[in-house]
């Protein structure tokens, strides 16, 4: 079997994404709901509670978190809320009184409802397929969370990621970045305006990895009850950058898969995390159509890493370098033209990094 062929089952794999449902879970799909009245939201409380219960990575938790909501909506609490996405934060921020979950919405969207029902294949197939070109030109059009890739003085990489795009979509992109990166002494990625996502992480990282498959985090699924287990991949396309000193830019704002890249090099030693604490969302989650156009993203598992077992869930990344947010790409700059300057011995690169360094300071 070639490389090429290794590498295109491995993304498959990596694309076969568990969505739960059961048979009635989305019968209410009808629709935009502009306003609510008394009987939407007593659907609405109801239904959240209900999956909540059902799919909510702690059965427990969920349960409370849905009785408490019911216990709102029965004391009147709801009562004042007609205009619908007052209402979903609300009920928002008292489920997360009891569950504590960053991940954990309520809200209305139909944009991100159709997407929903297509994913699931609740549409008939050319409205799906619609929908997916679409989302594959909303990427296109953002390049995939892939803002800023360019050179810095000193030989030194810099990537702008904004978003984790799905790795269906953007494989390419970040083959392309990788094969521009390839020739720089150090790369630096930031992170710092990244909101998470899904996909790509494991291709990327898996350039700075190596060789072989190296173990970086296991995913616990309350359906399944079973640790997943996640590798780099043995084989990516272009050359590795194993030695290639690397850096992660963090701030407050970076969450969830993001974090989950930091994270992961941080413990496997490959990595130093420059930056601010960021913001701690560590579980995964589903996105599940509620009523009409309202929709529950619920965290339906566990990140854990397989040596420590923990995760970043509620405490954030902590950064080796902590520094506000807005210097942190000079600081990792300035840090990685010294500590390419203590590898050199060539009289020329290191006439030019004393150079560099002495105008940064």
Not at 43 to 61: C, E, G, Q, T
Request: proline share 3%; hydrophobic share 40%.
């Amino acid at each position: 079997m070639s490389n090429f062929v290794k590498f295109s089952c491995a993304v498959m794999i990596a694309l076969l994404l568990v969505f739960l449902t059961a048979a009635d879970e989305y019968d209410c799909f009808a629709g935009e709901i502009p306003e609510v009245d008394v009987s939407t939201r007593t659907k609405v409380v109801n239904k959240v509670a209900d999956l909540m219960s059902d799919y909510f990575l702690y059965p427990d938790i969920g349960e409370k978190s849905g009785e408490y909501i019911k216990d709102k909506l029965k004391n009147g609490n709801y009562d004042s809320f007609t205009d619908v996405k007052k209402f979903c934060s609300q009920v928002t921020a008292d489920l997360r009184e009891i569950c504590h979950d960053k991940h954990l919405f309520v809200f209305y969207s139909p944009e991100e409802a159709k997407e929903v029902a297509a994913r699931k294949s609740l549409l008939p197939p050319d409205e799906k397929e619609r929908i997916e070109r679409q989302l594959y030109e909303k990427g296109r059009r953002t390049n995939f969370g892939f803002s800023r890739v360019e050179i810095l003085d000193g030989n030194v990489g810099y990537l702008d990621l904004h978003y984790v795009a799905p790795l269906e979509y953007a494989a390419e992109t970040v083959i392309g970045t990788m094969k521009f990166l390839s020739h720089a002494d150090a790369v630096i990625i930031d992170l710092r305006r990244n909101g998470g996502g899904g996909g790509i992480s494991r291709l990327l990282l898996s350039y700075f990895l190596g060789p072989g498959r190296i173990h970086l985090i296991d995913y616990y699924a309350r359906a399944s009850d079973v640790a997943e287990q996640y590798w780099s991949y043995e084989y990516v396309p272009g050359k590795r950058m194993t030695d290639v000193d690397l850096y992660f830019l963090t701030s407050s704002k970076t969450f969830s898969a993001a974090e989950e890249m930091a994270f992961n090099m941080q413990h496997l030693g490959r990595a130093l995390i420059i930056g601010e604490t960021t913001k701690g969302g560590a579980h995964p989650v589903d996105v599940l159509i509620v009523q009409g156009d309202i929709l529950l993203q619920v965290s339906i598992g566990e990140t854990v890493h397989p040596v420590t077992k923990t995760n970043w869930e509620g405490v954030g990344v902590e950064p080796d370098v902590k520094v506000p947010a807005e210097e942190a790409l000079q600081t990792a700059h300035l840090l990685a033209l010294k500590n390419l300057l203590s590898k050199t011995t060539d009289d020329e690169v290191r006439n030019e990094l004393v150079s560099l360094i002495e105008q940064m300071e």
